[in-house]
């Protein structure tokens, strides 16, 4: 009562097939391996049924040994596909060999059985043994018996239907049990249908091992969904109401083909006959689709007993001449495992003179095996049928059909009869043929190639609003650095109204953007610091040691912080790896280009950081832009606007590159009547090399200066100068303190003519 139902492996044998006519299961009539109802009779038959082969060396040799239970007579005992009687009778369990008198608890037909794996390998012969599994890697690969080792997808699918057709519960098979009232086979699962997407598997070496053994293994991913020959010539004349054809000896399976133009049904299928092989005959009003190859043995033709026409010889052969023959066929296809491709392949004939090629195009989709089996198939069959040969018969030969093979003289030269045409005699037209050309359009051993194409998520757009890098910078431009994963070329968009984008840049590069992963504690700005330590966790990328006079000769191992709306630009001399992307960075010097105001005491950890180098690319932006909110959208530059993976928000520039740079050194001194002088020294963002003794340029339409006096925190006087000092008269410090202070804050600006005041330099003095 616990057994609800009973689970087999069912890899049984369902041909005993060898090449060529000269064996067994051929000479009892069956015409072929693919025949339906041959594979039928395999279900509860042949192999493992009513006979076996005791060792290899009976199987060469077919001597086939009959299953027979000689101590009970019950010969199913013994039989692996007698499932019938095993679930149809009581058991007897032989305990050394005799039978027990009282059987087990089994109940006949009392249990559904389950074929829980079923399969056969897509490889030649691959009904012969089921159970083998080819791959190169496995010390237990095998080959079916007799195999070749091509690959077969025809084979598999014609084995697995013969077991699902034969084993069908309204197939006449499949008992009813009366004890519960189902099937005896109640359910077959098919190994195996793998769950990995096709074709990604089994192209995708990089992420599965196991794609090589996917040609020939049992798979049938990728190769259950191709139309059957004879199905897809079926449906094709059905669309024009065609219904007269008769397709039962068509063998192949077509992957599909392209429609370029209207044609009619005909059409098609003189594609499919060019490709597949195969004739159109009519016969007792039925159009019969008769492969080429299996037409059976020749018949031979006595030339004395050929019909006479006046003025004609009896037999007329002509033969092309060779210069009129191809040396080289070349065959336009669509390539079905690169994404459906335009692709072309060539036989060519080494022997001979001919120098022709012929080129034919069919919009059938092949693999590369199909594709070279069809063209040299075309090139030889241009040869072999050079020969072509016109005689007629009485009207009493009416048993010849086109399609048929015959024979004409001593010479065995094998011709195919093309057409007849009946009158007073019946006048037949035949080219030369080769019947070993022909069989199943078998696909290659290649497997899809299935190219990475990333699919782009949203891409990190960092807007950074610098001091001058360089002295050819656009002052009013910010930059911006970019990173995804994976990383495309990104196009950026900008708007005023939402509306309308157009385009601002192109960022080619991934830039290379991380977090801090710890806090940084100020340092003095004109000092190597020492102390602190920057850790840093990247996006992507890597970062590298430098000396230090790299450092000082110019902008290497640059590091832009962010500390709310500023920037503090930071060099580094050395990096040390800690984890992956992840590291440690010593002997720093801090607030460069005059962006020690940005320095933050302490900037927190989750502080953006990006490397200033080639990838990052200033944008479009002018100086009547600032401080004017735009609107920008970026994504991939191959994908339209509207794409998921494209993302925006809005960025106000404040152009801090036209920005002038904080005073330095400031100073104060008082006469005796209590005049504070106050001096600083101007600071340039444009050539600010100082060389040879002179001052640096000024960088500034004029030189001027706005000085806050700060009392309180609070400006209480502003001064104006064109010249880096001023005095702060004794009589305006009792006017604004109400006594002379021993100690001035004071801030001061460098003003510029575009964006006005710089940044301040504070200091009490």
């Known amino acids: 009562p616990a057994v609800d139902r009973v689970a087999i492996d069912c890899y049984l044998p369902l041909s005993d097939w060898r090449d060529g006519a000269g064996h067994l299961d051929a000479a009892a009539g069956w015409p072929s391996l693919y025949d339906r109802a041959y594979l039928a009779t395999q279900v509860e038959g042949g192999e493992y049924y009513d006979w076996f082969y005791p060792d290899p060396a009976a199987r060469a040799d077919q001597l086939r040994q009959p299953i027979v239970d000689s101590a009970h007579g019950k010969d199913w005992v013994f039989r692996p596909k007698d499932l019938r009687s095993w679930w149809a009778n009581p058991h007897y369990d032989r305990p050394g060999g005799v039978e027990a008198a009282t059987p087990t608890p089994w109940l006949p037909q009392g249990k559904p059985l389950w074929l829980t794996e079923a399969g056969i390998p897509s490889v030649d012969k691959g009904t012969n043994q089921p159970n083998v599994f080819y791959d190169p890697k496995s010390s237990e690969s095998a080959l079916p018996h007799f195999s070749t080792g091509r690959r077969d997808d025809l084979i598999q699918r014609r084995g697995l239907e013969a077991l699902l057709g034969y084993w069908r519960p309204d197939g006449g098979h499949n008992p009813v049990s009366p004890v519960y009232g189902g099937p005896m086979i109640a359910d077959i699962a098919v190994w195996t249908w793998d769950a990995r997407p096709y074709p990604a598997w ?16 049992h798979w049938l991913t990728g190769k ?11 449906g094709l004349a059905a ?3 065609f219904t007269a054809l008769d397709v039962a000896a068509l063998d192949g399976l077509a992957t599909g083909y392209l429609r370029d133009r209207p044609l009619s049904p005909r059409a098609e299928i003189e594609a499919l006959m060019t490709a597949f092989a195969f004739d159109a005959v009519a016969r007792a009003g039925v159009i019969r689709c008769q492969p080429r190859g299996a037409a059976g043995p020749p018949l031979a033709l006595d030339p004395e007993r050929l019909a006479t026409v006046p003025d004609r010889p009896d037999l007329e052969r002509t033969r092309m001449p060779e210069g009129d023959l191809p040396a080289a066929y070349r065959l336009l296809h669509v390539d079905g495992l690169r994404d459906y491709r335009s692709a072309a392949v060539e036989a060519r004939r080494l022997a001979g003179h001919a120098d022709r090629e012929w080129i034919e195009a069919l919009p059938l989709v092949l693999d590369d095996g199909q594709a070279q089996a069809l063209a040299e198939r075309r090139l030889a069959e ?3 049928g050079r020969e072509q040969a016109q005689w007629s018969l009485p009207p009493s030969a009416l048993a010849l059909e086109p399609g048929d093979l015959v024979t004409l003289d001593a010479t065995g030269t094998v011709f195919r009869v093309t057409r007849i045409t009946d009158g007073g005699r019946r006048a ?39 001091p001058l890098l360089g002295d050819g910078d656009d002052p009013a431009a910010p930059r911006v650095a970019a990173s995804a994963s994976p990383f495309q070329p990104l196009a950026v968009m900008d708007s005023d109204d939402g509306e309308t984008f157009a ?20 340092a003095p700005p004109e000092l190597w610091d020492e102390g602190n330590r920057l850790h840093l966790r990247l996006l992507s990328g890597s970062l590298q040691s430098r000396s230090r006079a790299a450092l000082l000769a110019g902008p290497v191992n640059a590091l832009a912080l962010r500390n709310g709306d500023e920037w503090e630009l930071v060099q580094f001399a050395d990096a040390t790896l800690t984890a992956p992307f992840s590291y440690e960075l010593r002997g720093l010097l801090r607030g460069r280009l005059g962006t020690e105001h940005a320095m933050a005491a302490p900037l927190p950890a989750g502080a953006r950081a990006v490397l200033l180098d080639a990838a990052v690319i200033p944008l479009a932006a002018r100086l009547a832009e600032r401080n004017v909110p735009r609107l920008y959208r970026w994504g991939p530059a191959a994908r339209d606007l509207a794409d998921p993976s494209w993302d925006g928000t809005s960025f106000t520039a404040r152009c801090v590159g036209a920005r002038p740079l904080a005073p330095v050194h400031l100073a104060g001194r008082r006469n005796g009547a209590g005049d504070l002088t106050i001096r600083w020294i101007r600071r340039s963002r444009l050539g600010g090399l100082w060389s040879a003794g002179t001052d640096i340029p000024l960088g ?3 030189e001027r200066y706005d000085i806050e006096i700060l009392a309180g925190g609070l400006v209480c006087r502003t001064l104006s100068s064109t010249m880096p000092e001023i005095v702060y008269p004794a009589a305006a410090a009792v006017a604004d303190f109400g006594l002379l202070p021993p100690a001035v804050t004071v801030r001061i600006y460098q003003l510029s003519a575009t964006v006005g005041r710089g940044v301040p330099a504070q200091a009490t003095l």
């Open 224 to 234: 259950l969904a191709v139309a059957d020959l004879g199905e897809l010539v079926r």
């Open 503 to 522: 385009l601002d840049s192109l960022v080619d590069l991934r830039a290379v953007i991380g977090v801090t992963t710890a806090p940084l504690d100020a």
């Open 382 to 384: 241009a040869w072999v």
């Open 239 to 241: 669309r024009v109401g």
């Open 202 to 217: 089994p192209a995708r070496d990089d992420v599965w091992s196991d794609g090589g053994a996917w040609p020939l293994g």
């Open 428 to 466: 037949i037209e035949a080219v030369a043929a080769a019947p070993e050309l022909y069989g199943p359009l078998q696909a290659g051993l290649g497997r899809p190639v299935a190219p990475v194409r990333p699919m782009p998520g949203r891409a990190l757009l960092v807007f950074l609003d610098l």
């Open 700 to 702: 500034e339409e004029t």
